[in-house]
């Protein structure tokens, strides 16, 4: 690369005395921090690092220099230039930051004001929905499957096959509602199912062994209406028949239920009690979740939930009948069997305080909407 | 049940005293233990102070008062006489009474003091049964037996402090509807003595018979297996009842009625046996047990003349019917205050039969309660024995010797059972010392079955090959003992010949008549505390079906939606129906009825969810909330038309044929799972953001497509009339396949207005009403999803606005469209959508105009634009063919 070729002019290079080139960037760095705003240094841009500006027209004169000059000045212009280009840089990203402060907190607002013109956000499931899902779930990550049956379900699903025989006071035990018959007075062989367990025999007569099934669904009974009854309510049930199966085995499931759903740890006890489907049966009750028992220890906190007993009644239970085995069709001395039922609406009441059944079946947007998506 | 602990202890030897707070709580957490669950335990006796025995010296009668009243002088031993007015007029001078004293205090903390009354200082109080809790009578005073103690503390002399258990008696238990029963268990779990108050002062042959006792014949042995009569003669029918009796009875919640009628109930409750007492006076010959014949009647104690049904066990003489057996006696012959000679009549009837004829007539009765669970048929001879000789000591008759006696010898139940049978399904080693010892005790007789045990392959057994019944063999299985147990090793089936017991029920538990029901007396009697927890074994599951796992999806999506979930009632009427604004032929209006429903104004199930859930929406406005959208899944109930009216009622031996579930399965209704959605107010609400959109059939319809989407299935929606929709705002939601098959998935759009009136909700309520199961079977039948390949040249815009007739449903257009673009070559229409509905002058009247934006895109290139207005025209052209549309204005 070759300098210009110019003779030597004296009066044009006097821009290049080191008091000049002073002078020339004195007058950019003043001007650069003169501009107060991204245009007016734009402005100061042009003017001091353009094409026109001195010391950029001062960089054009050096080519005209004597070589022993050329060096020197080259060094002093190369050193004005640049400290006015940082200057520039500087003041650059100052006036940036200054404009996106200024920009993002006028465009502020007020992030609390609210926004409920969509409904979706006020759409919930029932809890009896929920709760019944995860209670299910908790069987089925035991390896449990779902299994289903009709709501209005032959008697010999609901009674006979479950060993309620006919006339026995047992089935007095569950106020049924009938289906009415051809003519007034006639049974029509139907009702509506007053507990979930018409699932079992179904499971039994249409599942290979061994079998392993949770059914949720809606049952029936003529109860009145009160805090604690409801003439319709939900129930899910377990049923277990296997080889070997055993007292032991039930109360394994039943303590892996109740911790998955109400809590580690918690303790159950069973007590004596009558299913004609089952033999032994028992009553379950699971130490209180809430209090864990303490309220019914001398001195407790009195407790809401349990009513300081310290237990709460929360499932029947039992080993599968043989009789009932029998009826379908599977052979007693090869299997045994467990089933455990416990009321949807139960747990709900339980798991989650709340004091009165009516609340789950009277659809008040504010009951279901109070657990949202999942309970 | 009510039973005082007093009687429990007649019989069980336990030590523990009323007023043992802590021994009264043990005794009551036995007995829920055992089975037997205690409701309430009530102290009773306790708050009474100050009574004291007395005797009436002198009778003054006050006169001039509204009623009549004495005024009398009372002594107690200290020889310090009394004053007391008296209401009562059953006593006279020289009787014995309880005298509250002033400073007494009677149950309910009732404080009596001295006061003025009727002109006079009543210096205490005479006592009636009902103010001393003991029993209802009021009529009266209580006049106490003339060998009273004078000045003896009442409570402490009839024995008032006791507690009262309240045991809820399941019913299987029948045994435990007695004394007898109960106090059983408790000397079993107290191991402790216990006399059978049925052994009790019998005779010494209880059998034997004598031609002086009224004549008794069985005409139906299916009705009743045994009937035994006793004759009491010469009693005086005024005797009192004993005081402790009655205080007995009370406290079982039985009233007193008369010395005959309270010794049939103070031993049915001891016992378990239900008594009849006949006025033998009153008796027309020979006593028949037989069913009843057509058109017979009989008046009931209760005073209701019944008409009987020819299946009805009756005890009759030749006057015709004089007993509901088991049930309710007759007014005929119902011992009265002049009855001095009494036959007593125990039976053993059908539990079956009573308990139809106990349902029939509406009509329980302790008696019927008892029958129903079963009763031992070995305590007919008993009770009636024992009935008779405290009636006779009790009333001052004389028994007559001997019974009547018609039926026949009732064969125990005998239960063959493998030894560690309990042992198995408790999943603990009892053993079999502990088997056998539990069987005793609730009155099994235990036998080894000769050679059950003699094959064991371990030679452990040998040697007992000849074993006779009875005897007692080496210990075949492990016993650990109660200190040591230890669960199974192996839970499995024992596949090895072991011991097999033969275990002979005893008489009083007809309950017991499987190896299961033995099983559970050994392992409740040892205590379910002891059953070991065994952690929960793998099995292979499948988890949630893809139906189950859609019906949560399809929840969850309603429910992000805006939707909230309510669960309304299932019953329904035809007035529903109406309000519906259903035809007369309308599937829906086809409905399973019930027999007994919950209230007369809803007999039936539901077709339909929808007028359960207009009526809980209503409930929601009528709280005050203006905009609300809910869902519900439930099932719905249509009968099948030509299904068999009566489901038959299959037998239980044996697993039902395939044809027999057929059957049952013909017999009940089609049941399939809907989901309905209703929406009114706003669905979105007004605001600072401007005004709200008013929730409409757009939304209903959206719900429905929201569902169908959501199930991955084509669908169409389609103009269509079904009620209870606006005939003009309904939409009809059609799945489609590939094959060009069509299911109706249901239905969808604005109420019709009378139905909107009919159920008093706002004006232009939408709702939707879907068959899931349509959905889900079709949902189930598809494949898994196939994804578009993912082009990535660029895509090619265009918008195109077509007018067409107003009757035209865009729709149609749409699908018009999407048919033209697809046949015009290697252009895919990736997505259309409708932008803009334009109705107004510049279409001109009758036309609306559509306009939709096309998105084309090419799998290998970057479209030309003359390709994209070919696709483009293509699209038009059929749409054109289709349905008559005019393209407006040219390409964009
Ligand atoms: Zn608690």
């Not at chain 1, 054009?60 to 200057?87: H, W």
């Not at chain 1, 979706?120 to 990550?141: I, K, Q, W, Y």
């Amino acid at each position: 690369m070759s300098a210009p070729n110019k003779a030597y002019d004296p009066v044009e290079a006097a821009t290049l005395s080191a008091g000049e080139l002073q002078r020339m960037q004195a007058d950019a760095l003043a001007a650069i921090a003169a501009a107060a705003n991204l245009d007016e240094l734009k402005t100061a841009r042009l003017a001091h690092a353009g094409d026109r500006a001195p010391l950029t027209l001062a960089n054009a004169e050096i080519g005209a220099l004597p070589p022993a000059a050329r060096a020197d000045a080259g060094k002093r212009v190369g050193a004005a230039r640049a400290a006015v280009r940082a200057a520039l840089v500087q003041r650059q990203a100052d006036l940036e930051a200054e404009r996106d402060r200024r920009v993002l907190v006028d465009e502020a607002v007020d992030v609390t004001l609210p926004w409920d013109r969509p409904m979706s956000l006020d759409g919930a499931r029932h809890p009896v929905t929920t709760v019944g899902e995860r209670l299910a779930d908790v069987f089925v990550s035991m390896g449990y499957e779902i299994a289903e049956g009709p709501e209005v379900e032959a008697e010999w699903y609901n009674f006979d096959a479950l060993n309620f025989p006919p006339d026995h006071p047992a089935r007095e035990m569950q106020d049924t509602i009938f289906v009415a018959g051809p003519e007034p007075g006639e049974r029509s062989g139907k009702v509506l199912r007053t507990h979930t367990s018409p699932v079992q025999i179904r499971a039994m007569l249409t599942r290979p062994l061994p079998l392993y099934v949770v059914s949720p669904g809606k049952c029936y009974r003529s109860d009145a209406l009160d805090a604690t009854h409801s003439p319709v309510f939900h129930q899910i049930e377990c049923l277990a028949v296997d080889e070997g199966l055993t007292m032991a085995d039930l109360r394994g499931a039943i303590n892996a239920f109740v911790e998955a759903m109400f809590g580690e740890g918690l303790q159950t006890r069973l007590r004596p009690d009558f299913f004609p489907f089952t033999e032994p049966s028992a009553d379950v009750s699971m130490q209180c979740h809430v209090c864990r028992g303490a309220s019914a220890k001398p001195g407790g906190e009195p407790c809401r939930v349990c009513r300081s007993q310290g237990w709460i009644e929360l499932a029947g239970c039992g080993m599968v009948n043989p009789r009932v085995l029998v009826a379908c069709g599977i052979d007693p001395d090869r299997y045994s069997g467990f089933a455990f039922g416990l009321g949807i609406e139960r747990s709900v009441m339980v798991r989650h305080g709340v004091a009165d059944i009516r609340d789950t079946l009277e659809g008040d947007v504010r009951f279901s909407r109070a657990f949202g998506m999942e309970a | 049940m009510r039973l005082p602990l007093s009687w429990l202890l007649e019989y069980a030897a336990i030590d523990v005293a009323p007023d043992d707070a802590a021994g009264v709580a043990d005794l009551s957490r036995r007995l829920t233990a055992c089975g037997l669950e205690v409701e309430s335990v009530e102290p009773v006796g306790h708050d009474i102070s100050g009574v004291v025995v007395a005797e009436v010296l002198d009778v003054a009668e006050l006169t001039g008062f509204s009623k009549p009243i004495r005024y009398c002088q009372v002594s107690i031993a200290d020889g310090q006489q009394r004053h007391v007015i008296c209401g009562a007029r059953n006593f006279t001078a020289g009787d014995r009474v309880a005298l509250a004293l002033p400073g007494a205090v009677l149950p309910g903390g009732f404080e009596i003091g001295a006061r003025k009354t009727y002109g006079r200082v009543s210096e205490g109080m005479i006592c009636s049964a009902r103010e001393l809790a003991i029993g209802e009578d009021h009529a009266g005073i209580m006049v106490l037996p003339a060998d009273a103690p004078l000045g003896a503390d009442f409570v402490t002399y009839a024995g008032l402090r006791d507690v009262v258990f309240d045991i809820n008696v399941t019913p299987d238990k029948g045994f435990a509807l007695s004394v007898r029963g109960v106090a059983r268990e408790l000397a079993i779990s107290y191991q402790v003595p216990f006399t059978d108050p049925a052994d009790v002062g019998l005779p010494a042959d209880v059998a034997a018979t004598s031609p002086e006792v009224h004549p008794v014949s069985i005409e139906d042995t299916t009705a009743c297996d045994r009937i035994v009569l006793r004759e009491v003669r010469g009693i005086d029918p005024a005797t009192p009842t004993p005081l402790a009796m009655k205080i007995r009875l009370a406290r079982a919640g039985q009233r007193p009625v008369s010395l005959a009628v309270d010794v049939t109930n103070y031993l049915m409750l001891e016992l378990g046996q239900p008594l009849h007492a006949f006025d033998r006076a009153r008796l027309h010959g020979p006593i028949v047990v037989r069913r009843a014949q057509p058109g017979e009647k009989l008046e009931t104690l209760d005073h209701v003349v019944r008409t009987l049904d020819p299946e009805d066990i009756l005890i009759t003489d030749e006057s015709g019917p004089i007993s509901l057996a088991g049930t309710m006696g007759g007014v005929a012959t119902e011992v009265s205050d002049s009855s001095h000679d009494v036959v007593i009549e125990a039976a053993h009837f059908s539990a079956r039969g009573i308990a139809r004829m106990s349902r029939r007539h509406k009509l329980g009765s302790e008696a019927s309660a008892r029958f129903e669970r079963g009763v031992d048929p070995q305590l007919p001879p008993r009770a009636s024995a024992r009935a008779t000789t405290m009636l006779a000591a009790l009333g001052g008759g004389t028994v007559v010797p001997g019974c009547s006696l018609a039926g026949e010898e009732i064969e125990p139940v005998r239960i063959a059972m493998a030894a560690d049978y309990p042992d198995q399904v408790a999943g603990l080693v009892y053993g079999l010392e502990t088997v056998q010892k539990r069987l005793r005790e609730v009155g099994c007789a235990v036998a080894h079955m000769p050679g059950s045990a003699a094959d064991r392959p371990d030679g452990a057994g040998a040697g007992n090959g000849a074993v006779a019944v009875g005897v007692e063999v080496a210990v075949p299985i492990p016993d650990a003992g109660p200190a040591d147990r230890r669960t199974r090793p192996d839970h499995g089936r024992h596949d090895r010949p072991g011991l097999t017991l033969l275990v002979t029920a005893p008489s009083w538990r007809p309950d017991l008549t499987d190896p299961a029901d033995l099983a559970e007396e050994v392992i409740r009697l040892e205590g379910y505390q002891d059953i070991p927890v065994r952690a929960v074994r793998a099995v292979g599951g499948r988890g949630l079906t893809r139906r189950q796992r859609l019906r949560r999806t399809l929840s969850r999506a309603l429910a992000a939606d805006g939707y909230v979930e309510v669960i309304c009632s299932p019953f329904t009427s035809a007035g529903d129906f109406d309000r519906l604004q259903l035809p007369a032929g309308d599937q829906r209006r086809q409905a399973v009825r019930l027999a007994n429903p919950l209230s007369d104004d809803e007999p039936l199930m539901r077709t339909t969810l929808l007028p359960g859930i207009f009526r809980t929406l209503a409930r929601n406005l009528g709280r005050g909330f203006s905009d609300v959208s809910l869902y519900e899944f439930g099932m719905v109930f249509r009968p099948k038309s030509g299904a068999p009216p009566v489901a038959p009622i299959l037998p239980v031996d044996r697993a039902p044929t395939e044809q027999e579930v057929a059957r049952l399965g013909a017999a009940l209704p089609d049941q399939p799972l809907h989901v309905a959605a209703v929406l009114t107010g706003n669905a979105e609400p007004a605001g600072y953001w401007g005004a709200g959109r008013p929730a409409g059939w757009q939304d209903a319809i959206e719900a429905a497509r929201l569902v169908l989407r959501t199930s991955r299935l084509t669908f169409s929606v389609r103009a269509d009339r079904h009620e209870p929709w606006h005939p003009g705002r309904c939409a009809a939601i059609v799945i489609g396949n590939e094959q060009g098959q069509e299911w109706l998935a249901g239905h969808a759009g604005e109420l019709h207005p009378r139905v909107i009136a009919a159920f008093d909700l706002p004006a232009r309520t939408s709702a939707m009403e879907l068959d899931l199961s349509v959905i889900t079977t079709a949902a189930d039948a598809a494949g898994p999803v196939q994804p578009p390949a993912l082009w990535s040249y660029p895509l090619a815009v265009q918008d195109v606005a077509l007018v067409v007739p107003r009757a035209v449903p865009a729709a149609d257009v749409e699908r018009a469209l999407a048919a033209g673009a697809a046949a015009a070559g290697d252009v895919r229409l990736e997505s259309l959508s409708l932008f803009d509905v334009y109705t107004g002058g510049q279409v001109g009247e009758g036309f609306k105009s559509l306009a939709y934006t096309l998105r084309f895109r090419a799998p290998d290139r970057t479209l030309t634009a003359e390709e994209v207005r070919g696709a483009r025209d293509a699209a038009v052209a059929e749409a054109a063919r289709q349905t008559g549309a005019v393209q407006r204005g040219g390409s964009s």
